[in-house]
Nanobody, 120 residues
Framework: QVQLAESGGGLVQAGGSLRLSCAAS????????MRWYRQAPGKQRELVAG???????NYTDSVKGRFTISRDNTKNTVYLQMNSLKPEDTAVYYC??????????????WGQGTQVTVDS
């Protein structure tokens, strides 16, 4: 059993910043890739950013230069620093991780989502 606890969402004015956090806990031996997705009303869920255990990152084009994904492997936590926020960034943001269980199985898990609303 793995739990992903997300925090940091909220309401912000356009141009503002927010920092999302997602802490993983439970029967985890190690965590591989950690990702942030988002889903806006009426739209499909999209990958925003990902980071490997070694620190390699990737971003969707619309957030490059504004968002930064990072992780703390000692805390099993991934962060998403979001700057210069735009109304089109409004969505529910979900944490997603690939992890190895203590039993030796590779699994994938989702967080419950945190709402980010950017007011114009």
């Amino acid at each position: 059993q793995v739990q992903l606890a997300e925090s940091g969402g909220g309401l912000v004015q356009a141009g503002g910043s927010l920092r999302l956090s997602c802490a993983a806990s439970g029967s985890i031996l190690s965590i591989n890739t950690m990702r942030w997705y988002r889903q806006a009303p009426g739209k499909q869920r999209e990958l925003v950013a990902g980071i490997t255990r070694g620190g390699s990152t990737n971003y969707t084009d619309s957030v490059k230069g504004r968002f930064t994904i990072s992780r703390d492997n000692t805390k099993n936590t991934v962060y998403l620093q979001m700057n210069s926020l735009k109304p089109e960034d409004t969505a529910v943001y979900y944490c997603n991780v690939d992890f190895l269980t203590v039993a030796g199985w590779m699994r994938n898990s989702w967080g419950q989502g945190t709402q980010v609303t950017v007011d114009s």
